[in-house]
């Protein structure tokens, strides 16, 4: 397969973007089926690395997995009013099946609270059965006109959490749960910061009382929704009629939460951490963790040469670390190194002759210190305990990708308090996080958007931003509670 | 919740199959949305193990997953004109999409054989990207008139291998180690027994060269086509233009091959094993191994009691077993067996102050021994070495599930001459494995059908049916090479 540059970010980010999925062969454009895409191995492994480490998550908060059907009668979406206002314009339609025109037509799910809500009616009789918790991984489709691998396509994957429980407030308690799930799956798999957060009525979910989300940081400085976990009330229930009876013998509708994370992820993951040279990837993400690049040029040293390399694999592989051994005929190392590194395996290690006299290994880390000329650094590692070594480089890596986004955040973020040096901050095609003063009324809310492209991300929680005070809104001067994060967003 | 009766298998096969799912609350029939399926979570967790060990051994076999469009352009699906002919009839169709009429419509996979053909076109460029082994996990849906849980619903959920390779030997050589990586699923997983073979020109999947399958038997003597692997020859390759350089630099058609496993699997699981208690389930795909009940009259009882339970489950827990603890109050221990028993637990153990002066635990089996009277024989454990007694007990009733099947398949399987005989064995509902002589046109194998409603399941594999030797149709008396699976089937 040829190889093509990668696009600088400082050149054209957008065009980075793809090519860095492109090169490590993440995903591609399904262009037969407009605004779809195909997840390709490299990608759908790291996909299923999120799906299995979310879904230990959801099982030890008590979740069990279910599956809803596709599709949902269109009467359903019409039956919450702001549900069918905010999905009505992007459902793909099924008119015909078996041959014929359907009586009722089908939207393909832009996501199930409806057909949940229905079904949960059903399942519900008593306080006994409640909570509900139950999780589906499904596929969603959203009809989008302008499309984006992985942030924004028609068809993509999801997880949607739905619950249903006797109080308003144990709901609540389910929605911070599961934000918090979300948050710490962040920081500790995707070693991506995020700010936890209230969205504002405008950003919040179509029938939602009220939305939490995480925020992370891009690269560019813009802003990308990474989960939400929203307080359906009683909205879903009144329309589904979802009862129960109370332990006191009356009957209530149900409170609802629903949260989902999605394959936009694996977009953040790209704009969070990669670099020119490629896919960067944190260890507990990465499909392949190490690569062994056995180096030779005679037929004797060869042999010597792949029996180490295959005993130094064997002992990762015990401890729990997937290895491949690119042991390709007619291809130069160099040329592999470059492969690996665009593919984001986090670790690399050189194998020949001289390494296997001195009983050490040249090792090179995707994410590499450099010397004072500039170049990565190559580490020395010592054959006989080459498990533990590289153990340590995993937690290594994981934690300083994390300690490097979130320095990157820090440098970007910023207070103010004047309209002036806000718009200024937003000026042409620049984001940062930006903290500032809100009236709390959609119409300012809407003003800033236009005048600056910037949006409200969240209302932070207590900690997550500035230590909340009052003060005046930075475009009407009215009063305001408390500082909101603002930012350009995907 | 209201218990019901479960219809026994004697009296209405169908109701009681129905009853089973029901009971056990694996799934439920969506209702509005026509011939769609609801899977619970009980039922979802089923299939979660099946595709884990599934995923497993197709991970051990060299294949990778990807994620193919869940829309399939109308245009695709025509061009490969068996393809076109086995499906078109049973797709769902949208028509609409944000808003607008479509210019052109898109087909709800029925299967992927077309898009992967296009996929594959782009992907393959020379004789070193092959072998391209890939499999996908999917929902797909074929509209069909007459549904029934699990076995036959408009929306269903698979895994189709899709595979290219340089030539036909290899491609055949995958389709044989796929088919036997279903049949040794079957084997060790399941716990049911299958026949191998190849299907007739008329069951032939749309487009193959040849179709190869595994057959179960289901307790109503008929048989459940349990997973196809098919050799597509270049029929694909060539309506895709999948075309690969050669090693002597000369273009050729790739030899494709797709296999399928699906959803379909949790029926024949439950009617190769239940019984008119309700749901039985081998032990490596039971999502709880274990129920433990513990047994107190008074506070002080309870006490003791609870705390051994919880040593207990912890130390079974440790072992990789997942253990139900029912200390539910208010709830007599008799209902909570009847409760476990329908959801097929394979271990039930009962634990009151008895037992703990005892330092034992009573245990009884879904499939348990009867003695002189009928009665379900109970066990009692040695508490010191609760995981070994209990580890043992689970390989046991593995064992026991597939001896059983295999004993009732071969009850039940017989050879005939006479074509007398043969419609005698499909009287009525009557069904069995029987193995008869046939011409080889599809003429006769639909005459036979007409007559009997019998089909020819399989020609079996050398040595899993009656030794191959040649003799006289059946029906016509034409010469026939050797006997034909021939049974009712789901």
Not at 9 to 24: F, G, K, M, P
Not at 192 to 197: A, N
Not at 311 to 329: F, I, N, P, S, Y
Not at 424 to 446: C, I, M, P, Q
């Amino acid at each position: 397969m040829a190889q093509t540059r990668i696009t600088p970010r400082s050149q054209d980010y957008a065009q980075w973007y793809q090519d860095v999925i492109a090169e490590a062969q993440l995903a591609e454009a399904a262009g037969v089926v407009k605004g779809c895409m195909v997840i390709r191995p490299h990608g759908f492994a790291i996909w299923e690395k999120m799906q299995a480490d979310l879904d230990r998550r959801f099982k030890e908060t008590g979740h069990q997995n279910a599956c809803f059907p596709l599709l949902i009668p269109m009467s359903f979406i019409e039956k919450e009013a702001e549900h069918v206002e905010g999905f009505a314009p992007e459902l793909a339609v099924v008119t015909h099946a078996g041959g014929k025109e359907l009586e009722e037509s089908y939207a393909i799910r832009p996501t199930s609270e409806t057909i949940v809500g229905h079904f949960f009616s059903k399942w519900i009789d008593s306080w006994r059965d409640l909570p509900l918790l139950i999780n589906q991984w499904a596929n969603v489709m959203r009809w989008e006109l302008r499309t984006r691998l992985f942030l924004r396509t028609g068809e993509f994957f999801w997880q949607e959490g739905h619950t249903a429980h006797a109080t308003h407030e144990e709901a609540l308690e389910e929605v911070a749960r599961m934000l918090d799930v979300y948050r710490d799956f962040s920081h500790e798999v995707m070693a991506l910061p995020v700010i936890r957060g209230i969205k504002t009525a405008n950003e919040r979910f179509a029938g939602a009382l009220e939305t939490r989300c995480i925020e992370s940081y891009m690269q560019d400085g813009k802003a990308l929704q990474s989960g939400t976990s929203h307080d359906l009330g009683q909205n879903f229930g009144k329309a589904f009629n979802v009862t129960f009876q109370n332990a006191e013998g009356e009957r209530e509708f149900v409170w609802q939460t629903s949260w989902g994370m999605s394959t936009r992820q694996i977009g953040a993951l790209i704009m969070g951490h990669s670099d020119d040279g490629g896919l960067v990837l944190p260890p507990r993400l990465a499909p392949i963790h190490v690569v062994i690049v056995p180096i030779y040029r005679s037929e004797d040293e060869k042999g010597a040469v792949l029996e180490t390399t295959a005993k130094v694999a064997g002992e990762l592989r015990d401890d729990g670390l997937t290895v491949e051994v690119d042991d390709r005929e007619g291809i130069k190392p160099g040329a592999k190194y470059y492969e690996w590194e665009r593919k984001g395996v986090p670790l690399r290690l050189e194998l020949g002759p001289r390494d296997l006299e001195q009983r050490s290994v040249m090792a090179k880390r995707r994410l590499a210190d450099t010397d004072e000329r500039g170049r990565p650094v190559k580490e020395t590692l010592p054959l006989a305990d080459i498990g533990v070594s590289v153990g340590r480089i995993m937690d290594e890596l994981q934690a300083a990708l994390f300690e490097r986004a979130l320095a990157l955040r820090e440098e970007n973020t910023v207070e103010v308090d004047s309209w002036g040096d806000f718009t200024d901050l937003f000026e042409g095609g620049a984001s940062r996080f930006v903290y500032a003063h809100w009236d709390g009324t959609t119409e300012t809310e809407l003003a800033i958007k236009q005048a600056t492209k910037a949006t409200i991300r969240c209302i932070p929680y207590p900690g997550e931003g500035p230590a909340p005070e009052p003060g005046a809104c930075i475009k009407t001067g009215a009063p305001s509670a408390q500082k909101v994060l603002f930012a350009k967003n995907y």
